[in-house]
């Protein structure tokens, strides 16, 4: 079955450290796609990224960088030089069949 | 471009009392149309999607309903709402097809009591 861990529940930095949120998944399906959302205090969910299970290039956009290893079955998301407005639950998602499957997120805390 | 409205944004309704969400999607055609709910603690929890117009495919069994009266327009209904009921609700829609990302709207926050 499918499934997605985000073991880390709760990650805490100082502004300016660079952190990293880790997403393992699990599937049978060869062809999948990843994705990442970010769900700032508001609530909205905010669509990130998304990744074919094709393309193992590491994605770079600003501060935010993601790296995909089939090996490891990860998808591991990390920003760089972190500020305040990073502070959110993260979501890393699978899909399956028009759906998708979420991780249970991380809550990011950047500190001043 | 697209744009996904949610209403209301807070509502607080009492045991047994009947619930309508509404969520309409502007911008796009044919549409695939999903609801979630978010309970304390953050998991996302798949309720009802639908790929067209009268296509409602639930997920989980409960005292929630879902139809599509329209092509964007999605409606989260309970004849008799529970204490457990409580939770956030969030809209989304994607492209249609397996792997497009989902795009969500701002949610409804719903309290039971």
């Known amino acids: 079955a499918q499934k997605v861990t985000q073991a880390q529940t709760e990650i805490s930095v100082v502004e300016k450290e660079d952190v990293t949120l880790d997403c393992v998944y699990e599937t049978r399906d060869t062809t999948y796609y990843l994705f990442w959302y970010k769900q700032p205090p508001s609530g909205e969910l905010v669509f990130l990224i998304r990744?074919?299970?094709?393309?193992?290039q590491n994605e770079i956009s600003g501060r935010y960088s993601w790296n995909f290893q089939k090996s490891t079955s990860s998808f591991n998301f990390t920003i760089t030089a972190s500020q305040v407005v990073d502070s959110a639950v993260y979501f890393c998602?699978?899909?399956?069949?028009?759906?998708?499957?979420f991780g249970q997120g991380t809550e990011l805390s950047v500190k001043p | 471009s697209q744009t996904i409205h949610q209403w209301p944004a807070t509502l607080v309704q009492p045991v047994g009392s009947p619930l309508s969400l509404e969520c309409t999607v502007e911008g796009t055609s044919n549409p695939n149309l999903y609801w979630y709910r978010q309970a304390a603690g953050r998991g996302l929890q798949l309720l009802f999607y639908?790929?067209?117009?009268?296509?409602i495919s639930s997920e989980v069994p409960q005292n929630l309903s879902a139809s599509r009266p329209q092509d964007r327009q999605f409606i989260l209904s309970s004849k008799k709402l529970l204490l457990s009921d409580s939770g956030f609700y969030l809209c989304a829609w994607s492209k249609g097809g397996q792997y497009n990302e989902q795009f969500f709207g701002p949610g409804t926050r719903l309290t039971v009591l």
């Open positions: 639908s790929v067209g117009i009268g296509q």
């Open positions: 998602a699978l899909t399956q069949g028009g759906k998708l499957i």
């Open positions: 990744r074919n299970s094709f393309d193992e």
